[in-house]
């Protein structure tokens, strides 16, 4: 059974720095593409960075500069690093991995970001 575990959210101010991790196992043929999605309260779900299994990375334009997405591809871990983060940031974030077709979402880590 695919699992995606998140882990490292929390209440930071504005301007401040937090990472976020994601522990994926139960594949047996490796993840393809994963990646960081959030949900601002009262919107829709958004793509924040993505990674392939050819190590390109893909950003939303509004956390370039800002945020780095990596993986450990032996430990089948996914991180973002989140700097100079903004009220705007906050939202639930969820990692999402791609096996074959099939997409996977672990069930989020709350992100807030006070002014």
């Known amino acids: 059974q695919v699992q995606l575990v998140e882990s490292g959210g929390g209440l930071v101010q504005a301007g401040g720095s937090l990472s976020l991790s994601c522990a994926a196992s139960?594949?047996?043929?490796?993840?393809?593409?994963m990646g960081w999605y959030r949900q601002p309260p009262g919107k829709q779900r958004e793509l924040v960075a993505r990674i392939s299994s050819t190590r390109s990375t893909d950003y939303a334009d509004s956390v370039k500069g800002r945020f780095t997405i990596s993986r450990d591809y032996a430990k089948n871990t996914l991180y973002l690093q989140m700097k100079s983060l903004k009220p705007e940031d906050t939202a639930v974030y969820y990692c999402?991995?791609?096996?074959?077709?099939?997409?996977?979402w672990g069930e989020g880590t709350q992100v807030t970001v006070s002014s």
């Open positions: 139960g594949s047996n043929f490796g993840f393809n593409s």
């Open positions: 999402h991995a791609i096996i074959s077709v099939i997409g996977y």
